[in-house]
């Protein structure tokens, strides 16, 4: 039996199925084969590669040639997944400049592409979406701020935050976004806010609620040791596992 390709569509009908949608960052070709091959419907090439893979301290020194250079390798794998990217901080601050990295990033293999914020980058997303290029939101926390929101914090807490968040989701899903990360939005605000859109919300240490739930590949399998979110529990040790090897070898060699 073949296995149908993944679409937005596809992605979309998940929500209210009763089956939550998995969905992982892959950077690189055989991250992006494994996960694939595992039955995983929705891949990222997310700008958290910055942090867990080019050893930046954040994302905000991401760059558009990093992105479409791990883009394209992730796109090598022809996953029957569907394969997003994330526009890095920066690349969108203009309507001209979101539709063009949009564009670039599309040429590369992306099937999506992603960007964080609500109604301050409305006109980019509008534009975008115009386009014709499949749109993914980020509400709540937005990791390219962390430098101004001085740290990673929950949001939502305070009615207005939550009010914000209610409506920017709003906002996102009415101009056509195809889905929504809500990052670390409390697990309340992000039911609440899965409840009334009618697009599916992917969440990320945003409780059990949403549509689905994305995590960082490296913090799942143990591959980062160096910082583990809060919210992960991880299902491998791999980082251990990889030393293990070394040492067995460097062993062997007498
Ligand atoms: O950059 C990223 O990988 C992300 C996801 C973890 C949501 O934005």
């Given amino acids: 039996m073949t296995t149908p390709k993944i679409t937005t569509a596809t992605i979309r009908a998940m929500k209210g199925s009763g089956q939550k949608i998995a969905a992982l960052t892959a950077y690189d070709y055989p991250m992006?084969?494994?996960l694939?091959?595992?039955?995983?419907?929705?891949?990222?090439?997310?700008?958290?590669?910055?942090?867990?893979?080019?050893?930046?301290?954040?994302?905000?020194?991401?760059?558009?040639?990093e992105m479409v250079h791990h883009l394209r390798a992730a796109a090598r794998a022809k996953p029957h997944a569907l394969l997003g990217c994330d526009l890095p901080f920066n690349s969108y601050g203009t309507v001209a400049s979101a539709v063009a990295n949009a564009k670039v990033l599309v040429d590369a293999g992306a099937e999506f592409v992603k960007a964080e914020g609500?109604?301050?980058?409305?006109?980019?997303?509008?534009?975008?979406?115009a386009d014709g290029i499949p749109?993914?939101?980020?509400?709540?926390?937005l990791p390219q701020h962390v430098l101004e929101e001085g740290g990673y914090r929950l949001k939502g807490k305070e009615e207005a935050e939550h009010q914000r968040l209610l409506e920017d989701a709003q906002l996102l899903a009415a101009a056509g976004a195809f889905a929504l990360v809500?990052?670390?939005?409390?697990?309340?605000?992000?039911?609440?806010?899965?409840?009334?859109?009618?697009?599916?919300?992917?969440?990320?240490?945003?409780?059990?609620?949403?549509?689905?739930?994305?995590?960082?590949?490296?913090?799942?399998t143990g591959s980062f040791p160096w910082f583990k979110p809060r919210f992960v529990q991880p299902m491998a040790n791999c980082a251990m596992e990889i030393k293990s090897a070394v040492a067995t070898w460097k062993k062997s060699l007498g």
């Fill in 135 to 141: 749109f993914c939101g980020h509400l709540g926390m």
């Fill in 36 to 65: 694939d091959e595992s039955g995983v419907p929705f891949l990222l090439v997310g700008d958290s590669l910055g942090m867990v893979v080019l050893g930046y301290p954040d994302t905000t020194q991401v760059t558009m040639p």
């Fill in 182 to 220: 809500l990052e670390l939005v409390i697990p309340p605000v992000a039911k609440e806010i899965t409840r009334s859109i009618s697009v599916p919300t992917i969440g990320i240490g945003s409780g059990p609620d949403c549509d689905g739930q994305i995590l960082v590949t490296q913090d799942l």
């Fill in 118 to 129: 609500g109604r301050e980058i409305f006109p980019q997303i509008e534009a975008i979406i």
């Fill in 32 to 34: 992006a084969k494994m």
